[in-house]
């Protein structure tokens, strides 16, 4: 039994010591892994205490760092569509397009508190917009200038030594020229000696003066104004159907040019500092009674000389190009020949209408960067002053009336015909009226004017075009003849009847020219 305790005592000592030897063992490691780095792969699995114990902190920020995707969800930011304005319905957007907002309402203080009657034209012009062109230079000299002019003018002198405008040379002018070298035009029997002239030097490429060339535009004189003179005096011509004016100094030398759309967009720009004109613009086109229901327009399938043709013989500077419902399409004017001044664009002569628009919008897009498709049309509901912003950003002499199907603004307007498509003719010459007789022919390209490059197209439906399913069927035309003519009556003045220049100027055109049209046109009775 003494033994048995003896050997029972002796065990449990042995494991003391074992215990307290291990203790000091792990003491010992304990002290040691304080003053050294542990080996990496201790830190591979982390103890219970790193998660339960003295860490339970840190463990908590990690959890709270690493939050799920639909917890991230919770506090997601508002959606910008939240804090958008809502879109205009549509009718809110064609009355915005029917009314839009007037002219600066800040005007120019040069003009505030005074009567626009009493303002002198010469405060609205200015001498950078006069351009010179002696008669003895080239018509390719004139039509170089022509192109750069900002008012789409000329002036024409005798010599270098003087400042006296004796005429102009314009696009009207330019069209009448390409008319007579590609045949269209049919001459006077007191003008056949100038054809036969003109011809020859054009098959030679020689460089024709303007002041042989000048016989056959039949233009009327030149209309002078003295820089004092006020603008009562101004609207009343300008009123009347005349174009534009050649303003001068005192001593008659040339110092402005006064054209309808300087004076309308004059009045658009500082309106609201003349009342009389300001309570007009947002009457309707249809109570203002202004406009025409006789209208000149051209199928847009038709062939580009048709229109060119049809613009001389009513003495126009535009035409409307329609396709077979009558519905706008397109707008083609007197300053659209400068894409005909190269030889290399002869063919569009031949080609449709359409591909002519096609061309023109196209290098709108490629050489200026303007993706955009004026639009020159209204309807009887459109403001005044919608009609005005139209013609001053478009810088066009007229706007086409479209029928409205109501007078609700969220009305659609006539729809169009369906896809059309137009057959292009094979590029040709044009036949020249040989020298002898003004109806043989002798296939001669036009000379050219002006070298530009030409810019290949291809047609484009009526349907297609950007913007064509917004216009309507044809019905009228206004014109800044028109608006110039009621802004003067509106003030007691006296303008006279635009139809009598309208007729004077269609009758100086239409005997220089073969009147092809005139079969096949229903209403061309007017000019504006």
């Given at each position: 039994?003494?033994?048995?305790?003896?050997?029972?005592?002796?065990?449990?000592?042995?494991?003391?010591?074992?215990?307290?030897?291990?203790?000091?063992?792990?003491?010992?490691?304990?002290?040691?892994?304080?003053?050294?780095?542990?080996?990496?792969?201790?830190?591979?699995?982390?103890?219970?205490?790193?998660?339960?114990?003295?860490?339970?902190?840190?463990?908590?920020?990690?959890s709270?760092?690493?939050?799920?995707f639909?917890?991230?969800?919770?506090?997601?930011?508002?959606?910008?569509?939240?804090?958008?304005h809502p879109?205009?319905?549509?009718?809110?957007?064609?009355?915005l397009?029917?009314?839009p907002?007037?002219?600066?309402?800040?005007?120019?203080?040069?003009?505030?508190?005074?009567?626009?009657?009493?303002?002198s034209?010469?405060?609205?012009?200015?001498p950078?917009?006069?351009?010179?062109?002696?008669?003895?230079?080239?018509?390719?000299?004139?039509?170089?200038?022509?192109?750069?002019?900002?008012?789409?003018?000329?002036?024409?002198?005798?010599?270098?030594?003087?400042?006296?405008?004796?005429?102009?040379?314009?696009?009207t002018?330019?069209?009448?020229?390409?008319?007579?070298v590609?045949?269209?035009a049919?001459?006077?029997e007191?003008?056949?000696e100038?054809?036969?002239e003109?011809?020859?030097?054009?098959?030679?490429?020689s460089?024709?003066?303007?002041?042989?060339v000048?016989?056959?535009?039949?233009?009327?004189?030149?209309?002078?104004?003295?820089?004092?003179?006020?603008?009562?005096?101004?609207?009343q011509?300008?009123?009347?159907?005349?174009?534009?004016?050649?303003?001068?100094?005192?001593?008659?030398?040339?110092?402005?040019?006064?054209?309808?759309?300087?004076?309308?967009?004059?009045?658009?720009?500082?309106?609201?500092n003349?009342?009389?004109?300001?309570?007009?613009?947002?009457?309707?086109?249809?109570?203002?009674?202004?406009?025409?229901?006789?209208?000149?327009?051209v199928?847009?399938?038709?062939?580009?000389?048709?229109?060119?043709?049809?613009m001389?013989?009513?003495?126009?500077?535009?035409?409307?190009?329609?396709?077979?419902?009558?519905?706008?399409?397109?707008?083609?004017?007197?300053?659209?020949?400068?894409?005909?001044?190269?030889?290399?664009?002869?063919?569009?002569?031949?080609?449709?209408?359409?591909?002519?628009?096609?061309?023109?919008?196209n290098?709108?897009?490629?050489?200026?960067?303007?993706?955009?498709?004026?639009?020159?049309?209204?309807?009887?509901?459109?403001?005044?002053?919608?009609?005005?912003?139209?013609?001053?950003?478009?810088?066009?002499?007229?706007?086409?009336?479209?029928?409205?199907?109501?007078p609700?603004?969220?009305a659609?307007?006539t729809?169009l015909?369906?896809?059309?498509?137009?057959?292009?003719?094979?590029?040709?010459?044009?036949?020249?009226?040989?020298?002898?007789?003004?109806?043989?022919?002798?296939?001669?390209?036009?000379?050219?004017?002006?070298?530009?490059?030409?810019?290949p197209?291809?047609?484009?439906?009526?349907?297609?075009?950007?913007g064509?399913?917004?216009?309507?069927?044809?019905s009228?035309?206004?014109?800044?003849?028109?608006i110039?003519?009621?802004?003067?009556?509106?003030?007691?003045?006296?303008?006279?009847?635009?139809?009598?220049?309208?007729?004077?100027?269609?009758?100086?055109?239409s005997s220089?020219?073969?009147?092809?049209?005139?079969?096949?046109?229903?209403?061309?009775?007017?000019?504006?």
């Amino acid at each position: 039994m003494d033994a048995s305790q003896g050997s029972g005592s002796g065990s449990r000592e042995l494991k003391e010591t074992r215990a307290t030897s291990s203790t000091s063992l792990a003491s010992s490691v304990s002290n040691s892994s304080s003053s050294q780095k542990p080996p990496v792969l201790a830190q591979r699995s982390p103890s219970v205490s790193i998660s339960a114990g003295s860490g339970s902190n840190n463990g908590a920020a990690k959890s709270a760092h690493r939050q799920s995707f639909v917890e991230g969800l919770r506090n997601a930011p508002s959606s910008p569509r939240s804090q958008r304005h809502p879109s205009f319905t549509q009718a809110a957007l064609q009355d915005l397009l029917n009314h839009p907002p007037s002219g600066s309402k800040h005007g120019n203080p040069r003009f505030s508190g005074r009567d626009w009657r009493d303002v002198s034209i010469g405060e609205l012009v200015s001498p950078d917009d006069v351009k010179w062109v002696e008669f003895d230079n080239s018509i390719e000299e004139a039509t170089m200038l022509l192109l750069k002019s900002s008012t789409n003018v000329v002036l024409v002198r005798e010599n270098t030594d003087t400042q006296v405008a004796v005429s102009t040379f314009d696009f009207t002018d330019l069209n009448v020229y390409l008319l007579v070298v590609v045949g269209l035009a049919k001459p006077d029997e007191d003008q056949i000696e100038v054809f036969n002239e003109i011809l020859a030097k054009a098959r030679q490429g020689s460089q024709i003066p303007l002041r042989e060339v000048f016989p056959l535009f039949r233009k009327d004189p030149v209309v002078h104004l003295s820089a004092t003179e006020d603008l009562a005096q101004a609207i009343q011509v300008l009123g009347s159907g005349i174009h534009r004016l050649v303003v001068t100094s005192p001593s008659g030398d040339a110092i402005g040019i006064a054209s309808q759309l300087r004076l309308v967009e004059f009045f658009w720009n500082e309106g609201v500092n003349f009342p009389i004109i300001d309570r007009l613009y947002p009457v309707l086109l249809r109570d203002l009674g202004i406009g025409t229901k006789q209208i000149v327009s051209v199928n847009s399938d038709a062939p580009l000389s048709d229109a060119l043709t049809l613009m001389h013989n009513e003495g126009l500077t535009s035409v409307a190009v329609v396709d077979n419902g009558l519905n706008v399409v397109g707008n083609i004017s007197t300053k659209d020949v400068r894409h005909l001044t190269s030889s290399s664009n002869a063919h569009l002569l031949s080609d449709s209408c359409m591909h002519f628009i096609s061309v023109i919008l196209n290098e709108r897009g490629v050489e200026k960067g303007r993706d955009v498709f004026p639009v020159f049309y209204v309807n009887p509901y459109s403001t005044l002053a919608h009609t005005v912003a139209k013609l001053v950003a478009t810088r066009s002499h007229r706007m086409w009336i479209v029928e409205s199907a109501s007078p609700s603004p969220s009305a659609p307007a006539t729809p169009l015909m369906g896809p059309q498509g137009f057959v292009t003719a094979p590029p040709a010459q044009p036949s020249l009226p040989s020298a002898g007789s003004a109806s043989g022919a002798a296939p001669v390209a036009p000379p050219s004017p002006l070298t530009l490059p030409a810019i290949p197209v291809s047609t484009v439906p009526a349907s297609a075009m950007a913007g064509a399913r917004l216009s309507g069927r044809l019905s009228g035309v206004v014109s800044l003849t028109d608006i110039l003519n009621m802004f003067a009556r509106s003030t007691g003045l006296n303008p006279a009847d635009p139809g009598e220049q309208r007729a004077r100027r269609r009758r100086s055109s239409s005997s220089s020219v073969r009147p092809s049209l005139d079969s096949s046109r229903a209403s061309l009775d007017i000019r504006r």
